[in-house]
């Protein structure tokens, strides 16, 4: 068949975009291909997959059904399974809203709202009567596109089911939610989506000092942190000695390092790196940012909870009740179950929970197939067991399969290794994902329900997750690994509409199901099914699996298994074949290439340092050893990683190299498991399918890869100069020659192997320095241990305590080197003492051979020879173990000569001293005394010996054994025959002991037992015993014993009795008494036989069988006739208890009681009486009630055929009708008696529900047969109608029955076409007059309805004739009220017409049109007339705004109320304070409550001139929509109206509106224009005109959009131009961020830039700009400008029209000078005089670090002892007058105590004081600056710091 082509669904495969299913309802998703293998394809699944997959892989999925004879069993034990589930929320699975932390949200839509609109967030905002979640209200909105898309898709409802329980919402509530998200959110969505399109700032978002280097120089170090954990404890890392302390850590790496892309989460505070997050970040974010542990909520988070355990049972019972409760009984079709799963999924449904046993590990819970471990049940047959167990279609099987590249794996994985089992129930889900490590899966479908499949390409995988990223956005903001998670569902129509595509597959119990490498795939179960499932891996896998590690590393995800070390453990293995070479090469070239470039990489960037790691036990195998992760990305670090010596336990990968510490390159070091060149012969071995390489081919490579790559060589800077890798080998090479010739120097070659670290992980282009390097360190090791050999021979002093001797062996092993590999000078000394050791070795050696017998005194003596030397042999071992081998043979020997204690020497000891004399080389005199000892024992031996070969007595071998009492050598014979002695001996006793009592005994089943143990014991005894027959004897007596006993004891028969006492009598006990007993039971048994088996051959009496019966109790016997006589008499109590209910009939009135008996039961008991064996009086009775009942049933028959005959009447006509009525009611009559008549006897008869059947036919009849005379309801006929299908058959085919339902039925038709007024469909007049026509034609006459019709024909012409007149008038001519007359008429008299749709149609339109007009005016519900008064009020509005404009001064003349038209005297009215109009207080509504407690009340029209900010947060009712009325809708509604036929006095209403409400938006297009084009500094007058523009628009009952905003943009320049103007000329300077801010602002609503306020704060800003520039650079000159010009600088900045309080700050630091070098603060290390409190710089005062505890400066040290009272005096009159500078703003190089900062602080306060009062005069103003500290310090002190200065600058 070809690859296993579908037979009758090939065009499946072929031609799949054409095959859908197009059922109603069905999602149209195209099928995946379906392959049907033959036997032969079957065998190889990798093969056969090989085969199809061109074909079957751009499905992404595909079906294999097996071949029919291939049916595994089910190896799972149903009544025992019993497995864990988890619980899956299916309306869930795509509507959920994100699990999103409300704290958070809450946090940063506070910020947004106090930064961005003044304001603070409500503390709860309530809709449908419930606190309303903002957080889900935005994610919801998110979901769906954001505010815009879901007004324009009306996309509300579904909004409403995040944030809602309820499963239904209203319009009204709809418009709500709307309105409060626009209210809350809209802002903050916009400031979101421009958050994510400005390019952010490359900026720190470290709010720490921890990264400011240190002023002091390089010696202090900037990476002095402090390390806090998630628990903000402190965390120290790095050096034991050094601990760097950090003042964060990341919560991924755990490091510290890397401040600078640290990002801080703006809630919790806790850091992440950029480069740690999943997945990365490139660039700081905008804005405030938040981790994903604040972001996600634990609450709300969605995942699949573990649920019951259950067993396969109760699952099932689970899964019945969940399909019955969607489909019923019924069996549903594949597209109603997968409808109704979207519908669920998608939410409308409601909250749906199902169960799924998923993912069940198979070693833990057992596999489905056979597995050869496993118990095999009884009901499978060994051989099936066998053949399934080892088909490679097994999944234990597949992934070990030859061909699979997990065949290399070692350790078993869950589910990708081991298969999983999965057992679900209607609509548990398998969720979109694609397999782990983009493995290949197959699942197999045991048994059950079907399994549905979708599945997208793996081509296509990138379209995939795009379209899922954009369908729900807030799940992935969430949670961008939201598809690693196995937990989220999307309809696939939806994946269609984008253009992703994808195919379908429905998975039927025995099919097989293949996913192909990265194809993501979902589904569903259609009911209670169990599949398996599992993954594997063929050779064309390996370029996917390289992607999934990728995908691994790019979100931090750790890996299933290390793909580099399967690659590398594959390449190594000899069975790669042709079809896995080609991906296995390109995989080992892909990460070579990888490899290479970022080894290279790392040596350029300074990593010269690099080591081998440490070998794998099993290199064979993938996973036996657990390779290092690296801690950014979470990859196994396989083929190489990157530490430091900072952080010992940490790894990285080479690609997070520069992440893993601050430390310098050189510091770090690369550790690797293969050099570049073992990968590169990897990747030949693979090439030249696994061909061995020889040197000579590797050489011949090497040159050439050196050609190839020399003009490609990395290089890097070295010493000034660019040099490649190579020539750095090249001269190491050179320089290691050097040092192989030179005398050795460990030193030299530590080093020379150090360098050579760079290049030993290189290409094949380095064997040369790794040959060189390899024979360093063998000449390295070579000579040092020369060293140390020679170092103890020399350092030995004949101590064997305390030096370690050197061995003969190991200096011969380091002299045989030849040639040496270095120069060690000290070669020949170490051969020297290796000479005198081989002397003694020699002597050693000719003592201990096999000729030499010398003296024990020889042996030592030779020994403490060699003891002496420092270089042993290993001889000497051998010799003192010789030695101290015959001292203890010596010692053995003579202690079994002396010992006298019989049995004591074990023989076999004499034997092993033998034999150890016979190895010794030593002359021993023993060796006599231990030959005669062993000759005797050997006598011993062979006596034992003779007796053990024959019989033997019991007398003898008592006789032999006293003999051997006092021998003391232990013979194992001799104990033999002790023990045969002591068996027999033993055997007697308890024979005897058995003997005592034995036939008084009762337990004789325990005599037996032991009398047989005996006979058996006594038949094995060695020694021949004379009790052996008795015991036969005595054991057949017992067991007659026990079977007296058991016929006394038990029911026995008897010829078992019989049997017994003939054994007794035989054996002569047949006098005792258990047997004396048994005989008499014996003759009470006979004599009872003899009289039941009389009693059985003739009838008797039933008391002749009980007492029969009695007596068999008292006999203790088994009875043969027993039996007999129990059935005879059972027999006879039967039948009386049968004829029971029967016999009290005869007695009883009524059937309540005997409703159930039937007559056929009667009969066979009559029957069953004549073959009583028991004489009885009862069956004479029910023969006569018998009779009784045969006699009714003739009487029954003749009344059915009389119905029957009534039945099948041929004609009926008016006369026969009415006699036929009355022949009906007599038969009815006489049925019913005969009824009760049966019912009377009790039994149930067969006639009786024909009887009945008969009456309901005939009151049928009756029933249609009264219609002629009266007109029935339609609602009576259907029903009879519908009580034919009831009626009896006998009735159904009748005549009569025919005739009477064709009238019923034409009466039917003749109610349905008569119109009624809420009938909703009607007929036409034909139909009509063709139902008249019909009454002729039915046999029975119906005249009463005939008329009824004719009269509705009548009423229909007429009122056609009126609507005719009604529509030949002119338009507009005909009333709204005529028109709805017409129409209600229509509804009573008219048949379907044209006429009839014209009327609705017209009427319709025009009550949609006023339905629509009250919407949108609105109205009361008490008024008569709402529309037309809510119109009223409009106009009446717009007459108020039309006289507001037309009046310039924009007031309302005399005490009337602004806002409504009401003149009432009665009400209060409140006077504007500002512009003098009235209001109400009534009409200010919230108003109200300022006008009660202001002393002055201003109108909210004045309020809003004076502040229109206010109108976002509640005043925007005045000029915006509100409630009112648009002005577009208005005219919309007029074009709506102008076709109408009728006249309709709302239309010229509202037309009169939209004339008024036009002439006030040119009035106030007028105003608005004036406004936006106005320039000139004078606010008064456009004040004036947009005061009455605002009341005007707020009293209009009318509202324009597009009027209004532009009012709203006039209003905010005015009031930015108001704010602009208060700001400049008000008391207080502004600072530069109000003038910052208004110009933002400015822009933002587009104030012209030839506006007067506009150019004066530019002017403004420029100027304090400028002067803020110059003061900074000033500040941080050190000094460079003059203190003149300071103080210039600083009455400028004071008198700029902005106040710059930092700026000034720092000139005046600035102006104050310090220490000897009269210099203001210039970041230097500076310390303070403990007594005049002033500064000095180390580097002045020559001063080192660390400062000194207490310092006192050399001006105030007493130089000579004159000089001390002078000093004190000045500094008692500094203190006094003087005021001291203040210390610099970052010293910290000297602590001092509290009170000397307190006094500091003083002291800074009193030079702020002086500086105030001396301010006013510029000549002391100027000195005061010059100097810093007034003069009174005297010249003498002055002198002497001038004097000091000089000496230091010498001395420096």
């Given amino acids: 068949m070809g690859k296993g082509r579908p037979r009758a669904v090939e065009q499946g495969v072929l031609g799949h975009s054409s095959t859908t299913s197009s059922s109603p309802g069905a999602l149209n998703i195209p099928q995946a291909p379906v392959f049907y293998p033959t036997e032969e394809e079957f065998k190889d699944p990798l093969e056969f997959i090989y085969k199809i997959r061109p074909q079957a892989e751009p499905y992404g999925i595909c079906k294999i059904v097996p071949p ?24 869930q699975l795509q509507v959920r809203s994100a699990g999103c932390d409300p704290d958070t949200f809450e946090l940063e839509y506070s910020r947004f709202l106090e930064d961005h609109c003044g304001r603070r967030l409500k503390k709860r905002v309530v809709f449908e009567g419930e606190e309303l979640d903002l957080c889900k209200l935005f994610n919801a909105v998110k979901r769906y596109g954001g505010y815009d898309k879901v007004v324009k898709e009306k996309k509300w409802g579904e909004v409403s089911r995040f944030v809602h329980s309820v499963e239904k919402i209203s319009e009204c509530a709809k418009h709500v939610l709307c309105q409060l998200y626009r209210e809350h959110l809209y802002d903050y969505e916009i400031y979101h989506s421009q958050l994510s399109c400005e390019k952010p700032v490359r900026k720190c978002k470290r709010g720490m000092q921890g990264d400011m280097k240190s002023v002091q120089g390089s010696d202090v170090s900037s990476s002095k942190r402090r390390r806090k954990n998630s628990d903000g404890e402190r965390v120290k890392v790095g050096k034991p000695e050094e601990e760097d302390e950090f003042d964060q850590i990341c919560e991924q790496c755990g490091s510290g390092f890397h401040g600078e892309v640290m990002l801080l989460c703006d809630r919790c505070n806790k850091g992440w790196h950029t480069y740690c997050l999943s997945p990365p970040l490139k660039r700081v974010p905008l804005g405030n940012w938040y981790c994903l542990e604040c972001i996600n909520s634990d609450k709300d988070s969605f995942g699949f909870v573990p649920g019951k355990r259950f067993s396969l049972e109760a699952f099932r019972r689970l899964a019945d009740r969940s399909k019955r409760k969607w489909f019923g009984s019924a069996c549903a079709s594949r597209v109603q179950i997968e409808k109704k799963f979207w519908e669920i999924v998608e939410g409308t449904v409601g909250e749906v929970e199902v169960m799924y046993g998923s993912d069940l590990d198979t070693s833990l819970y057992g596999s489905g197939f056979p597995r050869c471990n496993d118990p095999r049940p009884p009901s499978i047959a060994a051989e099936v067991w066998d053949e399934y167990a080892a088909s490679p279609w097994n999944l234990n099987n597949l992934p070990k399969l030859q061909g699979s590249m997990l065949r290399a794996v070692h350790h078993n994985i869950a589910g990708v290794m081991v298969p999983w089992l999965y057992v679900g129930m209607l609509f548990s889900s398998f969720c979109w994902h694609f397999e782990d490590h983009c493995f290949y899966s197959m699942n197999y479908l045991h048994w059950g329900e079907p399994k549905y499949w979708y599945s997208v390409p793996g081509g296509e995988a990138d379209a995939f997750e795009q379209v899922m990223k954009n369908s729900l956005p807030d799940l992935f903001d969430a949670q961008p690994d939201l598809l690693f998670q196995l937990v989220t569902m999307l309809n696939p129509s939806v994946l269609q509409e984008n253009g992703v595509p994808v195919y379908s597959v429905l998975q039927e119990p025995g099919n097989f199901v293949i996913t192909f490498p990265r194809s993501f795939h979902g589904g569903f179960n259609f009911g209670l099914n169990c599949a398996e499932a599992v993954n594997f891996a063929p050779a064309d896998w390996l370029p996917h699996g390289g992607i999934g590690a990728e995908m691994y590393r790019l979100y931090h995800k750790p890996a299933v298994l290390s793909h580099e070390e399967l690659l590398c453990v594959v390449a190594k293995q000899s069975d790669c074949d042709s079809k896995v070479s080609p991906y296995l090469k390109k995989e080992l070239l892909r990460i070579f290439s990888k490899e290479k470039t970022w080894r290279e990489r790392l040596w350029r960037c300074g990593i010269v340092n690099s080591s081998p790691m440490s070998p794998k036990k099993q290199p064979e195998y993938v996973g036996t050893e657990e390779d290092p992760t690296c801690i950014i990305c979470q990859q196994y670090l396989y083929l190489s990683t990157v530490v430091c010596s900072c952080r010992p336990s940490t790894f990285v990968c080479l690609e997070h190299w520069d992440h893993l510490c601050e430390c310098s390159p050189s510091k770090h070091c690369l550790l690797y498991r293969h050099t570049l060149a073992d990968l590169n012969d990897m990747v030949h071995m693979v090439d030249g399918c696994n061909l061995e390489l020889t040197p000579r081919s590797r050489i011949l490579r090497r040159q050439f890869t050196s050609l190839k790559e020399s003009s490609a060589m990395t290089k890097k800077v070295v010493k000034g100069g660019l040099a490649s890798q190579a020539q750095l080998a090249e001269e190491w090479i050179l320089s290691s020659c050097k040092i192989l010739q030179t005398p050795f120097s460990s030193a030299a070659y530590i080093n020379a192997l150090k360098e050579a670290e760079q290049f030993l992980w290189g290409g094949l282009e380095m064997d040369l320095v790794r040959d060189m390097a390899m024979n360093l360190v063998k000449a390295q090791k070579w000579a040092e241990k020369v060293q140390d050999c020679l170092s103890k021979i020399e350092t030995w002093s004949g101590d064997s305590n305390n030096n370690i001797k050197v061995s003969l062996r190991d200096v011969e092993t380091l002299l045989k080197v030849n040639p040496v590999p270095c120069n060690e000078p000290n070669h020949p000394k170490l051969k020297a003492y290796a000479e005198d050791a081989m002397i003694l070795l020699g002597e050693m050696e000719q003592a201990l051979s096999a000729f030499s017998h010398v003296s024990l005194a020889e042996l030592e003596m030779l020994y403490s020879r060699a003891s002496v030397m420092p270089v042993y042999p290993e001889e000497c071992v051998k010799l003192a173990d010789e030695i101290a081998s015959v001292k203890v043979w010596r010692e053995s020997v003579q202690k079994c000569v002396s010992e006298k204690r019989p049995a004591a020497i074990e023989v076999d000891a004499l034997h092993k001293l033998k034999s150890e004399m016979l190895e010794f080389h030593v002359h021993l005199p023993e060796r006599e005394l231990l030959l005669d000892l062993l000759g005797h024992a050997e006598a011993w031996q062979s006596r034992c010996s003779e007796m053990l070969e024959g019989p033997i007595s019991l007398k003898e071998i008592e006789v032999f054994l006293e003999e051997s009492d006092g021998f003391s050598i232990s013979i194992p014979e001799l104990k033999v025959l002790r023990q045969y002695h002591c068996d027999a001996v033993s055997w007697i006793s308890r024979f005897r002991d058995v003997l005592v009592n034995i036939q008084e005994r009762e337990d004789q089943k325990n005599v037996i037992l032991e009398l047989t143990c005996i006979l058996k014991a006594g038949k094995s005894l060695r020694v021949q015993v004379d009790e052996l027959p008795l015991v036969e004897v005595e054991l057949k007596k017992a067991c007659c014993r026990e079977k007296a006993l058991q016929a006394y004891s038990t029911r026995t028969s008897l010829d078992f009795i019989r049997q017994v006492i003939e054994e007794a009598s035989l054996l002569k006990i047949e006098n005792e008494k258990s047997f004396i007993d048994i005989s008499g039971v014996l003759a009470a048994g006979i004599s009872w036989e003899e009289r039941a088996k009389h009693i059985l051959k003739s009838v008797g009496q039933k008391t002749e069988f009980e007492e029969v019966l009695r007596m068999s109790v008292n ?26 209910p029967f016999l009290l009939s005869t007695h009883l009135t009524g059937h309540a009681s005997r409703c159930f008996m039937k007559v056929d039961i009667l009969k066979e008991l009559v029957a069953e009486s004549k073959l009583l064996r028991v004489s009885l009086k009862e069956p004479e009775m029910l023969q006569r009630l018998l009779e009784q009942c045969e006699a009714w049933e003739n009487d029954v028959h003749s009344l059915l055929d009389c119905a029957e005959s009534m039945f099948n009447m041929q004609a009926i006509d008016i006369e026969i009708m009415n006699g036929l009525t009355a022949r009906i009611e007599g038969l009815v009559a006489s049925i019913k008696i005969a009824t009760t008549a049966g019912l009377s006897f009790g039994f149930d008869f067969d006639e009786i529900p024909k009887l009945q059947n008969a009456v309901s036919a005939l009151e049928w009849c009756l029933k249609v047969l009264s219609y002629c005379s009266c007109a029935p309801s339609l609602e009576e006929v259907e029903s009879l109608i519908e009580n034919v ?18 009238g019923a039925r034409w009466l039917r038709k003749a109610l349905r076409v008569v119109p009624e007024p809420y009938r909703q469909k009607r007929c036409k007049l034909n139909d009509v007059e063709e139902v008249l026509d019909g009454a002729q034609r039915i046999k029975v006459p119906l005249p009463v309805m005939v008329a009824r019709l004719v009269n509705a024909i009548e009423k229909h012409k ?33 048949f379907h017409c044209t006429e009839l749709d014209r009327i609705a149609s017209e009427t319709e339109k025009v009550e949609k049109w006023i339905l629509h007009c009250k919407d949108i005016v609105g109205s009361s519900l008490g008024d008569v007339n709402p529309l037309q008064n809510a119109l009223l009020k409009i106009k009446h509005s717009l007459d108020r705004s039309l006289y507001l404009y037309e009046n310039s001064k924009g007031c309302v003349t005399g005490k009337s109320c602004m806002c409504c038209c009401s003149d009432s005297e009665e009400q209060e009215l409140l006077a504007c304070s500002t512009c003098n109009d009235w209001y109400h207080p009534s009409c200010l509504q919230s108003k109200l409550a300022n006008a009660n407690t202001a002393k002055e009340f201003i109108c909210p029209h004045c309020l809003l001139m004076e502040n229109p900010v206010t109108s976002k947060n509640g005043g925007q009712t005045l000029i915006s929509g509100g409630k009112r009325v648009e002005l577009k809708i208005l005219i919309e509604l007029l074009f709506d109206a102008k076709d109408f036929f009728v006249r309709v006095e709302e239309r010229d209403a509202i037309e009169k509106l939209v004339e008024q409400a036009l002439a006030c938006k040119a009035y106030l297009t007028e105003v608005v224009d004036f406004a936006l084009s106005y320039l000139d500094k004078d606010l008064m007058t456009i004040a004036k005109r947009l005061l009455v523009a605002v009341k005007a628009v707020s009293v209009a009952g009318v509202y324009d959009h597009h009027s209004s905003c532009n009012l709203e943009l006039a209003l905010a320049r005015n009031s930015w131009k108001a704010r602009v103007m208060t700001l400049l000329e008000g008391s207080q300077k502004p600072v530069i961020q109000q003038i910052q801010r208004l110009l933002k602002e400015g822009l933002a609503i587009n104030i012209l830039s030839d506006d007067h306020f506009m150019q004066r704060l530019r002017e403004v800003k420029h100027i304090g700009m400028q002067w803020a520039d110059h003061a900074r650079k000033v500040a941080s000159d050190s000094g460079a400008l003059g203190l003149d010009e300071v103080f210039m600088l600083i009455t400028d900045g004071e008198n700029l029209p902005i106040h710059f309080e930092k700026e000034l700050k720092l000139l005046r630091a600035r102006s104050l000078l310090y220490c000897i070098c ?39 040290e007493p130089l000579t002892e004159e000089l001390l009272p002078n000093q004190n005096k000045r500094s008692s009159s500094s203190n006094d007058a003087e005021p001291r500078t203040p210390p610099p703003r970052h010293s910290g190089s000297k602590k001092r105590p509290k009170k000397v900062r307190s006094t500091l602080q003083q002291k800074m306060r009193v030079v702020t004081d002086l500086s105030n009062i001396l301010r006013r005069s510029s000549e002391i103003d100027r000195l005061w600056w010059r100097n810093r500290k007034p003069l009174r310090r005297t010249a003498r002190k002055r002198a002497v710091l001038e004097r000091l200065s000089l000496v230091l600058h010498n001395s420096q």
């Fill in 1285 to 1302: 299908e009831h009626l009896p058959a006998m009735f159904s085919s009748s005549i009569l029955e025919s005739s009477l339902l064709d």
């Fill in 1115 to 1140: 006999i203790f016997v088994i009875l043969p006739s027993l039996r007999d006589v129990e059935e005879a008499l059972a027999t006879a109590k039967s039948w009386m208890m049968r004829s029971q």
């Fill in 1718 to 1756: 009269r210099k203001p603060y210039d970041q230097r290390a500076m310390i303070a005089c403990d007594q005049c409190d002033e500064w000095y710089h180390f580097d002045c005062i020559n001063l080192c670090e660390p400062p000194p505890k207490t310092y006192v400066c050399p001006a105030c």
């Fill in 68 to 91: 029919k004879n291939w049916k595994p069993p089910f190896a799972r034990d149903l009544e025992s399974f019993t497995f864990p589930t988890k619980t899956q929320a299916i309306h």
């Fill in 1358 to 1390: 007429s009122w056609q004739e009126q609507v005719h007149a009604f529509f030949d008038s002119k338009s507009g001519e005909q009333s709204w009220s005529a028109l709805l007359q017409l129409k209600k008429l229509g509804e009573f008299d008219a």
